[in-house]
């Protein structure tokens, strides 16, 4: 089964990392679902939105997140964002 390896991070910590099978945030241009297997991508987070995460293993997780950007490649997902708590 394919995975996606997910980092969170904010300006004062890690707030999570680990495995999922889905992720999905609002970027600047709308929402953006990720699978494993996406396009190499790199976007710029919305002012204000949310992030899901649904990890290999547990219930889904969500959060408010402020500004920032992600990116993807290879199955790795790393969204920096000023402000996240999961």
């Known amino acids: 089964m394919a995975v996606l ?3 969170v991070v904010s300006r004062e910590s890690v707030v999570w990392r680990g495995q999922a099978s889905y992720v ?3 970027t600047a241009d709308g929402e953006m679902g990720i699978l ?3 396009v190499p991508t790199m976007a710029l987070l919305a002012e204000e939105g949310e992030l899901v995460i649904d990890p290999v ?3 889904r997780m969500s959060t408010r997140l402020q500004e ?3 990116t993807v490649s290879n199955d790795r997902v790393t ?3 000023k ?3 999961i």
């Open 79 to 81: 969204i920096a964002t």
């Open 83 to 85: 402000t996240a708590e």
């Open 57 to 59: 293993e547990g219930e």
């Open 24 to 26: 999905r945030a609002r």
């Open 5 to 7: 390896n997910v980092e």
């Open 36 to 38: 494993p297997g996406h």
């Open 68 to 70: 920032g950007f992600l």
